[in-house]
Nanobody, 126 residues
Framework: QVQVVESGGGLVQPGGSLRLSCVAS????????IGWFRQAPGEAREGVSC????????YYRDSVKGRFTISRDNAKNTVYLQMTDLKPEDTANYYC???????????????????WGQGTQVTVSS
């Protein structure tokens, strides 16, 4: 059974850091593009970062560039999202998703992603 499970969310003060993990089971995560999305209450789901499988390209939304870093640990079948200098506007439920298509990852089309985790809540507040 294909499954991804996120963890690592929590409450952090502005300027703080968190590392989110996305652990895969039932498939080899390195074979696919992986995306991190987030959704705040009343807002649409938006792409935060993604990493492609074939060319290892990575993409970030403009508001997180220089603050967030996506990485893979193939030995642990895990993708991480390291988040630094967190801001209140980063508050959202963060989701990991798997794109099974043989293309570079994208941030603008959540429907390209087939498998989704349940999410992990990130709250940035003083």
């Amino acid at each position: 059974q294909v499954q991804v499970v996120e963890s690592g969310g929590g409450l952090v003060q502005p300027g703080g850091s968190l590392r989110l993990s996305c652990v895969a089971s039932g498939f080899t995560l390195d074979d696919y593009a992986i995306g991190w999305f987030r959704q705040a209450p009343g807002e649409a789901r938006e792409g935060v970062s993604c990493t492609s499988s074939r060319d290892r390209s990575s993409y970030y939304r403009d508001s997180v560039k220089g603050r967030f870093t996506i990485s893979r640990d193939n030995a642990k079948n895990t993708v991480y999202l390291q988040m630094t200098d967190l801001k209140p506007e980063d508050t959202a439920n963060y989701y990991c998703a798997v794109d099974t298509r043989p293309y570079p990852c994208t941030l603008g089309r959540p429907n390209d992603y087939t498998y989704w985790g349940q999410g992990t809540q990130v709250t940035v507040s003083s």
